[in-house]
């Protein structure tokens, strides 16, 4: 079976490319390389059911002839960056809503008719109830990034519904991980590398988040989509528990041996748009299964492992 993964050449999308091929699957990957590294497909250039399309999904014949025989869509491409939202509203619209609606709309010319879809957490907003499930009443939008992701669920499910299509839609919370290439993490020990002596923290310190491991992210999104039955089903991904961005720091300092004095920038939120306590329920995807490997801290560990062995990571940052 061949398959289409967009944003193949991104932090989750490369490591989703390669547990793909290693299954025996066909996989094509079609990335713009924005915030995409040619570094992470190399592995995967040596198989021979591999192939890389450098494409923009805002280009719809370029992605349709990409997508030529792929029966399943896998669709990661998109702005990942909640926090840029405020100064370039367009993107997100652009990148994740027009960008769903042209891939929908590239799987029809093609008779192609699955897509496993990566939305997010953010969806939730400021969540009424926590940990949080996916049938809890949708909230009032909170970002740009959480508004793009909840009308590309919206343009999925009407899919589903209209054309007769399968959809897998995932709420990721943060991933962590090797490949681990924006995001908190990052900026922490970007910041460390250039001073080790103080670093900036955005908020309080106090916002509590869920994490999880982008191999249990990937190992979760193979499970569902092999498994769940509903024409349109719909998975929170995360871990049953939460840290506080202080006990995140307090790892990722402990392994760079560093004492930095930390400077908050204060409040509960660490930008317009930051919910300041992610927790979701992922009693849906447990009961298929899926146990994630990774404990919080070890996803922490592991990224801040990573980015220390390829530093190259920092030089578009
Ligand atoms: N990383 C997380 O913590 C997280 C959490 C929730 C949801 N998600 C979602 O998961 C998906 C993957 O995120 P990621 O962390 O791997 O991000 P990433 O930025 O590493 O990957 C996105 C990939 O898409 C490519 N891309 C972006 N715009 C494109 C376009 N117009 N045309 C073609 N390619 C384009 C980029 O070059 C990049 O390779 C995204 O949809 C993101 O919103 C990520």
Known sequence: MKCLVTGGAGFIGSTLVDRLLHEGFEVVAYDNLSTGFPQFVE????????????????????????????????????????????????RDLDQNTIGTFNVLEAMRANGCSQIAF???????????????????????????????????????????????????????????GERYSHGHVFDFVKQLRSDPTRMRVLGDGNQKKSYMHVYDCVDAIRLAVEKAESPCSIFNLGVENYVTVKQSIGWITGRMQLAPRLEFTGGERGWIGDAPFVWLDPGRILALGWQPKFTIEQSVVRTVDWLRDNDWAFARA
């Open 118 to 176: 990566a939305s997010s957490s953010a969806v939730y907003g400021n969540a009424v109830q926590i940990p949080t499930p996916e049938d809890v009443a949708m909230p009032v939008q909170i970002s740009l990034y959480g508004a793009s992701k909840l009308a590309g669920e919206g343009l999925v499910s009407a899919y589903c519904e209209a054309f007769g299509f399968k959809g897998w839609i995932f709420r990721f919370v943060s991933v962590l």
């Open 43 to 90: 592995s995967a250039r040596a198989s021979g059911r591999f192939r890389f399309v450098q494409g923009d999904l805002l280009d719809p014949p370029a992605l349709t002839e990409a997508m030529k025989d792929c029966a399943i869509v896998y669709h990661l491409a998109a702005n990942a960056d909640i926090r840029k939202g405020t100064a370039q509203p367009r």
